[in-house]
């Protein structure tokens, strides 16, 4: 695999597919590269997230703006199976380097291109983030209390979300390939992707039962036994009682009378919610997770990040694969759900492969010697 991203969306892509077997070379312009290695926070010299996402790939230099790195780019294309890129839509025709002309090269290749609003339309040239694509998506729409601004989410859900679809859609190519015989491309967009992520609460839209406003309905904060919590210790908890069986199990647990009404959308949440609240103050965090081991009420602990590592489930599934990076510290890789053995250590290097990459693909000493004297490769 060929990937000529930068940042999350592709990497993560990259990385959820090296976990399934892949072997991923990273392909950077001899400039920044990707710029994501030069980020806070630092660790071994490079961006802690980027060590987490390039793991067990290897870095290639070539400048694909100069026409020698353009044929060495040509050499190397049928060797690989997939080829993914997040550039903006265009960037790689005005290379000369489109789908249509690869595929002349690498019939075989799945082309995979991710962008914020897709190849098309009248946003596909749109520079934007994360936040952009949740906005457009309508997923903001939907996300906090009805009296406060739409908020901002702790996760990059459309960079994620594109980066599984990306996922999706080359391992369905790489299937289709073994009977066609030939690759595809794949337009992913990463507002559609998230969009998604948000269907229960779009699919109210246009129900003319439906008066929900956002945060009201059942699964985005509108009732009591579906909320978090602050608990005595200044820590939180989430509740989703969801179902009688586990609001009846919270409520006899803590003594109270459990009441359907509780379980449903309506003005009188408001009642429902202080009571919580003024219950949950009464116990600790862990307290509350020591009434979750013996009330089945779908109760837990909201964990802190520096929590994870050591919590009991994680360590059970073997979640975590902790390098260390000397007096900088250590940083725990959490393997992807389809990958049984992580990956551990530095991500490499910008260049680090170059010669290797190349030289596997074809090119004699000589032409690599080449590439390097004419700064067409690094």
Same mark, same amino acid.
């Given at each position: 695999?060929?990937?000529?991203?930068?940042?999350?969306?592709?990497?993560?892509?990259?990385?959820?597919?090296?976990?399934?077997?892949?072997?991923?070379?990273?392909?950077?312009?001899?400039?920044?590269?990707?710029?994501?290695?030069?980020?806070?926070?630092?660790?071994?010299?490079?961006?802690?997230?980027?060590?987490?996402?390039?793991?067990?790939?290897?870095?290639?230099?070539?400048?694909?703006?100069?026409?020698?790195?353009?044929?060495?780019?040509?050499?190397?294309?049928?060797?690989?199976?997939?080829?993914?890129?997040?550039?903006?839509?265009?960037?790689?025709?005005?290379?000369?380097?489109?789908?249509?002309?690869?595929?002349?090269?690498?019939?075989?290749?799945?082309?995979?291109?991710?962008?914020?609003?897709?190849?098309?339309? !009248?946003?596909? %040239?749109?520079?934007?983030?994360?936040? %952009?694509?949740?906005?457009?998506?309508?997923?903001?729409?939907?996300?906090?209390?009805?009296?406060?601004?739409?908020?901002?989410?702790?996760?990059?859900?459309?960079?994620?979300?594109?980066?599984?679809?990306?996922?999706?859609?080359?391992?369905?190519?790489?299937?289709?390939?073994?009977?066609?015989?030939?690759?595809?491309?794949?337009?992913?967009?990463?507002?559609?992707?998230?969009?998604?992520?948000?269907?229960?609460?779009?699919?109210? %839209?246009?129900?003319?039962?439906?008066?929900?406003?956002?945060?009201?309905?059942?699964?985005?904060?509108?009732?009591?036994?579906?909320?978090?919590?602050?608990?005595?210790?200044?820590?939180?908890?989430?509740?989703?009682?969801?179902? !009688?069986?586990?609001?009846?199990?919270?409520?006899?647990?803590?003594?109270?009378?459990?009441?359907?009404?509780?379980?449903?959308?309506?003005?009188?949440?408001?009642?429902?919610?202080?009571?919580?609240?003024?219950?949950?103050?009464?116990?600790?965090?862990?307290?509350?997770?020591?009434?979750?081991?013996?009330?089945?009420?779908?109760?837990?602990?909201?964990?802190?990040?520096?929590?994870?590592?050591?919590?009991?489930?994680?360590?059970?599934?073997?979640?975590?694969?902790?390098?260390?990076?000397?007096?900088?510290?250590?940083?725990?890789? !959490?393997?992807?759900?389809?990958?049984? %053995?992580?990956?551990?250590?530095?991500?490499?290097?910008?260049?680090?492969?170059?010669?290797?990459?190349?030289?596997?693909?074809?090119?004699?000493?000589?032409?690599?010697?080449?590439?390097?004297?004419?700064?067409?490769?690094?």
């Amino acid at each position: 695999m060929l990937d000529l991203t930068r940042l999350l969306p592709g990497p993560f892509a990259s990385r959820v597919l090296l976990d399934l077997g892949a072997d991923v070379d990273k392909l950077e312009d001899p400039h920044a590269g990707d710029y994501m290695r030069i980020m806070p926070p630092q660790i071994g010299g490079m961006n802690a997230l980027f060590h987490a996402l390039a793991r067990g790939t290897r870095s290639v230099i070539l400048d694909l703006k100069k026409s020698e790195g353009r044929d060495a780019f040509l050499r190397m294309l049928p060797h690989y199976d997939v080829l993914i890129e997040s550039f903006r839509p265009g960037v790689m025709e005005r290379l000369g380097l489109s789908y249509a002309e690869l595929s002349k090269v690498a019939p075989r290749l799945v082309y995979c291109a991710i962008s914020g609003y897709g190849q098309t339309g !009248p946003l596909a %040239n749109r520079a934007g983030h994360d936040l %952009n694509y949740l906005a457009r998506a309508g997923v903001l729409g939907v996300t906090g209390p009805s009296d406060h601004a739409p908020q901002v989410p702790g996760t990059h859900a459309a960079d994620i979300s594109g980066g599984l679809f990306s996922v999706t859609g080359i391992l369905a190519a790489l299937f289709a390939r073994t009977t066609t015989g030939r690759g595809r491309f794949i337009d992913i967009s990463m507002s559609e992707s998230v969009m998604q992520l948000a269907l229960v609460g779009l699919m109210s %839209n246009g129900v003319k039962s439906s008066h929900e406003g956002r945060g009201e309905g059942l699964l985005t904060g509108g009732i009591a036994p579906y909320n978090t919590y602050a608990t005595k210790d200044g820590g939180f908890v989430a509740l989703a009682a969801l179902e !009688p069986k586990f609001w009846n199990a919270f409520c006899e647990g803590v003594g109270i009378e459990p009441s359907l009404e509780a379980l449903a959308v309506g003005p009188h949440q408001a009642t429902w919610k202080e009571k919580l609240a003024t219950i949950f103050l009464a116990r600790t965090r862990d307290e509350w997770a020591s009434f979750a081991t013996t009330h089945d009420c779908c109760l837990e602990p909201v964990l802190m990040r520096e929590e994870l590592v050591a919590d009991p489930q994680h360590e059970a599934r073997a979640l975590f694969h902790v390098a260390s990076f000397g007096d900088e510290g250590s940083l725990a890789y !959490p393997r992807t759900p389809t990958g049984a %053995n992580g990956i551990v250590g530095k991500a490499p290097a910008h260049g680090e492969h170059t010669r290797e990459v190349l030289r596997e693909s074809g090119l004699s000493n000589a032409d690599i010697d080449a590439l390097f004297a004419r700064h067409a490769a690094r």
